[in-house]
């Protein structure tokens, strides 16, 4: 479902479909980057993140106010991500299909 916002927000089918692949072989700019490669760190090894993953968003472009929206929509998507593969939540066809 994520792969399908990218494509339909972005224009870009391709862009998508590195996002779900595999994020560091898609096209992005320095704050794109920084902005996933947060969210991979804190998605993975939450109590490792240090004051030096801060400052790379802040030398990035992002605010304090734009980190703490960055960490607060990670930790959504954490937490419905476990929801769903608790619940063995298949995506829904329609969305799933959306500009492919």
């Excluded at 479902?1 to 391709?14: N, T």
């Excluded at 605010?63 to 990670?74: H, V």
């Excluded at 959504?76 to 298949?90: E, G």
């Amino acid at each position: 479902a994520h792969g399908a916002a990218v494509r339909v927000l972005s224009g870009d089918p391709q862009l998508g479909e590195h996002m779900v692949m595999n994020y560091r072989s898609a096209k992005l700019d320095k704050r794109q980057r920084a902005m996933l490669d947060f969210a991979s760190h804190l998605t993975r090894s939450p109590a490792t993140v240090t004051e030096d993953d801060i400052q790379a968003l802040r030398d990035a472009g992002l605010s304090d106010r734009g980190i703490w929206d960055l960490s607060n929509l990670i930790g959504f998507y954490n937490m419905s991500n476990r929801v769903a593969i608790a619940s063995d939540m298949q995506p829904n066809p329609e969305y799933h299909n959306q500009s492919r």
